[in-house]
């Protein structure tokens, strides 16, 4: 674990349930403003994470299928944007990294929900989760027009 992180941005929540007892006894746990005011509801990173890829999916789903030149450029940015001020610091470096071997396919509509799809299948991998068929890419953006 990250010693340096003391916030629950970049903790998940079982690993806060371990924390509470040891680290907010010992004073090592430091709670932020939004913490102290609503101490029953920290953002997890699991639940963000999955709040973003939800949105991040329905983005691509609904972008354009002929975008203009100025709409790539701007997508293109979108999801630098993303991997820089994403919360949680590991998951953007990842992030960054993987968007640097691989750069958003802002083309159109189709091509970059394949390449989100692959991108957190690449997450998925990475957390030993179930890997999605980012084959069939009309089924995913049916499923995230919806
Ligand atoms: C950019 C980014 C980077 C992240 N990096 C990390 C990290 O390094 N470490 C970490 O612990 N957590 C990371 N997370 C969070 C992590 O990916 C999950 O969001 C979190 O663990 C919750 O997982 P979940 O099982 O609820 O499903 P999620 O992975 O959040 O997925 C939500 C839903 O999307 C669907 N789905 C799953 N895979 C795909 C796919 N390939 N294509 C389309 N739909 C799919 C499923 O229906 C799933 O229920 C990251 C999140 C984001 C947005």
């Given amino acids: 674990m990250n010693h340096s992180c003391q916030t629950s941005i970049c903790i998940d929540k079982p690993q806060l349930s371990k924390l509470s007892q040891s680290m907010y006894m010992s004073g090592l746990y430091k709670q932020t403003e939004e913490e102290k005011l609503y101490p029953e509801r920290p ?7 999955r709040m ?5 999916h329905r983005i691509a789903a ?8 100025g ?3 701007l997508m293109l940015e979108t999801f630098k944007g993303v991997s820089l001020h994403f919360p949680c610091e590991e998951c953007a470096k990842h992030f960054q990294k993987e968007i640097e071997v691989d ?5 159109d509509n189709k091509s970059l929900s394949k390449w989100l799809c692959i991108q957190h299948n690449n997450v998925n991998k990475r957390l030993g989760k179930e890997l999605f068929n980012c084959e069939n890419v009309d089924s995913l953006i049916f499923e995230y027009q919806l």
């Fill in 43 to 49: 953002l997890y990173r699991t639940e963000y994470g």
């Fill in 103 to 107: 750069p958003p396919k802002v083309e």
């Fill in 62 to 69: 609904m972008y354009d299928k002929n975008p203009s030149e």
């Fill in 71 to 73: 709409d790539k450029k």
């Fill in 52 to 56: 973003t890829w939800k949105v991040l």
